[in-house]
């Protein structure tokens, strides 16, 4: 009786140490936001490309972006900002409420999915792990915004009994929406295509965002030039090496990531959606023919549901990289990349363990690096 008794006591500390922790950091990350220097993404190419939409410049024809038109929406409102915030206090603000939106949106999977541990580890994790805050709070970089539609699209994944006639729409929207924030997560609606009412979720993930360019018809040539031609930035990372050498292997290196992110998607496509998630974006990062920090923070936010030695090893070799780069510290750029690229590698074979219908593919790799099925 007395321990029954305490259950209550102990869940309302839990939820106030956890609580306390998420405010703190958050107040750090506001303060980032306004007091930090502006980052060169800032200073040069959101405010410019939002100065010159402004003076009439047309949005894929006259500037150089190449991302659905949502956030060019977005970076004029920023441009309005009450109270002499300031655009680039307004942008990073914005971009830190969509963290804290998403800290909350990992504290309700993580007792949906009844892992194990402390439910506020996931929210904790995430604020605090400093590539999140940099990426966010003073580079101010979007993917969050992706991020976190695709944390409520696994959220109100409905699976197995509870699935309902309809269960498939909300998916679909807040893939769409995903989507429609930042083409990161392209790959990503895969995985419920093998689910029940699969189909109709991917069909809406990826026809609503056409409606998104229907206002920009008239730039069509520009629109696919900007979207499909662009590629990431070469780095001392992984197979980018290769492009960084020649740069006629930029195809090749970019045909193989695609098809490495299909073949996850399809395999994963009968997994656990946080974990599925997770190993998709390691395999598209591990394949990547580039990397930008804001790239650091897609298998970040799934990983602070599991955290766990592979999680932390990542965070740190991604913040070295991040910071050294930023500041020019020697060797930084290039030899940090490669180790973020082993740990993305180190850490995507970890996962294999907690696959519950791995492939052959998966069986193969799990015996040659030792590691062993894990029950949850």
Known sequence: MEADAAKPSESRSAAASGLTLCAAVVAVRLWLAWRAPASWDMRWYWAGISADLERGARLYEDTAYHFSPLWAWLLLLFRKAPGGMGFDAALRTFLTGVDVVSAWLLFRIARKEELPGWAWKAPVLFLSNPVSVWVSSVQGQFDNLSLLFLLAAVLVTRDGEDWRPGAELRPGLFIFLSLAAKQVTLFHPLLWLRRRGGVATVAIAFLLPALLFLPYAGQWRAILHRLLVYSSVPRSYGFSELVLYDARWA????????????????????????????????????????????????????????????????????????????YGIPGSGRWMGHLIWLSCGFWALGELRFLRRPGKLARFLRRKAGEGPVSL
């Open 251 to 326: 195809p090749v290196i970019s045909a193989l990531d695609f098809v490495a992110a299909l073949a996850a998607g399809w395999a994963l496509g009968k997994e656990r959606l946080p974990r599925a998630c997770l190993l998709l974006f390691l395999v598209i990062l591990f394949f990547a023919p580039g990397l930008g920090s804001q790239y650091l923070v897609w298998p970040i936010t799934f990983g602070a549901l599991f955290g766990g030695p592979r999680y932390f090893l990542f965070s740190a070799a991604s913040i070295a990289w991040t910071v050294g780069s930023q």
